[in-house]
């Protein structure tokens, strides 16, 4: 069975902390690894990966893959109080066509 | 810059009525996939439809039906609503395989 795990599930910082976000993740023919953020509404893209070791940036967020030990980070460095969110981690494979796998989320929340 | 499109916002039911959730996305995507969100378990995918007129099962289909009307719009119906459909349920669409979903804002669905 496919399975994707994000740690922590929650996490308190102030405005101006560096936090890592971790998703671990064991799925049959793995084809991508996805970010999103989810606020009050719909999950919002932010990184597909594909490639081990390649960083994806976008602003103060960044994330990597590492395809042999089968995870991914997502950093995001001095936090604001606007990246309060849920933010998933989901896997593309399996034997569905385009299913995506997700983790539970993991909750941030940016106090002032 | 609609993006994916979903109608109702909200609906309640009384056990045993049926239901249709509408999806529209404006993206020119190929695939359209529908998923459920319950607390702790993640996003799970439903229904996907690969291209117009092909559709298949994805994790959790029991007690659904969908329809790929056309290119744009791929419906989600419940035929007879039970508690434990009690979800949100969101709608993606993506280019095609390997390719990042897009969702709509979702539809809180309360079962009674």
């Known amino acids: 069975e496919d399975k994707v795990v994000q740690s922590p599930l929650s996490l308190v910082v102030h405005e101006g902390d560096t936090v890592t976000l971790n998703c671990s993740y064991e799925v049959t023919n793995f084809r991508s690894l996805l970010w999103y953020k989810q606020e009050k509404k719909a999950p919002t893209f932010l990184f597909m990966l594909t490639s081990s070791g390649i960083e994806k940036k976008s602003g103060r967020l960044s994330s990597i893959l590492d395809k042999k030990e089968l995870f991914s980070i997502l950093n995001i460095t001095a936090t604001q109080t606007g990246d309060s969110a849920v933010y998933l981690c989901a896997v593309e494979g399996g034997t569905s066509y385009g299913k995506l796998t997700f983790g539970q989320g993991t909750i941030l929340t940016v106090h002032p | ?112």
Not at chain 2, 82 to 103: D, I, K, L
């Open chain 2, 1 to 112: 810059n609609a993006g994916v499109t979903q109608t109702p916002k909200f609906q309640v039911l009384k056990t045993g009525q049926s239901m249709t959730l509408q999806c529209a996305q404006d993206m020119n995507h190929n695939s359209m996939y529908w998923y459920r969100q319950d607390p702790g378990m993640g996003l799970r995918l439903i229904y996907y439809s690969a291209s117009e007129g092909t559709t298949d099962k994805g994790e959790v289909p029991n007690g659904y039906n969908v329809s790929r009307l056309n290119k744009r719009e791929f419906s989600l119906r419940l035929e007879s609503a039970a508690p434990s459909q009690t979800s949100v349920y969101f709608c993606a669409s993506s280019q095609g395989r390997g390719q990042p979903q897009h969702f709509g804002d979702g539809t809180r669905l309360s079962i009674l």
